[in-house]
């Protein structure tokens, strides 16, 4: 794993951009997988002003990470609202797509369009109990899409979007498995803020184990974490 610490959450937006800037330099079809939460939100802003000057993502594809089940797609909390909002309604990026539904069929269906192509570059955040996409800890390293049921912790995190009320929280979600994420060509997480240093420091510094979803990133042979001073400040080097 390379590991880059930032003074700030900006820096780390910038220079998370800068990974993903070589891609869409080099390779104008390219394949991004992407992550909804606030982590990742500063890097979608450099992607809308690269595109503001002028770069044109019209032969790029991109597949999310996980959708909440049970709520509408235009809903405004569901993730399809996030990833229109913070991104697609600003660039020409049209090949959009982002898992929906609750049946095995569903996942099924996901996991197949993403076996037609290759992801070039997977941008992550990180959940304070070490979950990727929504794969809670746990949950074995070879899963490929699946529906699974949230923790309490990450209804807790999440419920700033809801009002503050967990009651209103998903309860469950269709998330891209670790085993689908581990395929991607290249893996880009972003982490910033006191509240992740643990799970970072877990990610990069613990054992390789299903308690910390994100550890299984030690076995990738390409990954870049950018992270922000809070973030990074229980690693140990
Ligand atoms: C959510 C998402 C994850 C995201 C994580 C962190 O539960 N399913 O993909 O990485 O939370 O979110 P944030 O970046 O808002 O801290």
């Given at each position: ?57 019209k032969d790029i594809k991109s597949y999310n990470l996980d959708e909440y089940v049970g ?167």
């Amino acid at each position: 794993m390379k590991v880059i610490v930032c003074e700030n959450y900006d820096e780390m937006s910038a220079k998370a951009f800068g990974v993903m800037k070589e891609l869409l330099d080099a390779k104008k079809d390219a394949v991004l997988g992407l992550a909804t939460g606030s982590s990742p939100v500063g890097l979608y802003k450099e992607m809308i002003q690269y595109h503001k000057d002028g770069y044109s993502y019209k032969d790029i594809k991109s597949y999310n990470l996980d959708e909440y089940v049970g709520i509408d797609r235009k809903d405004p909390q569901s993730y399809y609202t996030f990833m229109y909002e913070n991104l697609f309604k600003d660039i020409d990026l049209n090949n959009t797509h982002v898992p929906y539904g609750n049946t095995e069929a569903d996942c099924k269906a996901y996991e197949d369009a993403l076996s037609e192509v290759s992801i070039d570059l997977q941008v992550l955040g990180i959940g304070q109990n070490g979950h990727i996409g929504f794969n809670e800890p746990g949950t074995p390293f070879e899963e490929l899409t699946h529906i699974v049921d949230l923790t309490e912790n990450t209804r807790e995190a999440n419920a700033r979007f809801f009002d503050n009320d967990i009651n209103k929280v998903p309860t469950q979600a269709i998330t891209m498995g670790i085993g689908t994420i581990m395929k991607s060509k290249k893996v880009l997480l972003v982490a910033n803020g006191e509240n992740k240093a643990d799970a970072v420091k877990a990610m990069i510094e613990g054992p390789i184990d299903t308690a910390c979803a994100a550890s299984a990133l030690q076995n990738h042979a390409d990954v870049v974490v950018v992270l922000d001073k809070a973030a990074a400040s229980k690693l140990s080097k």
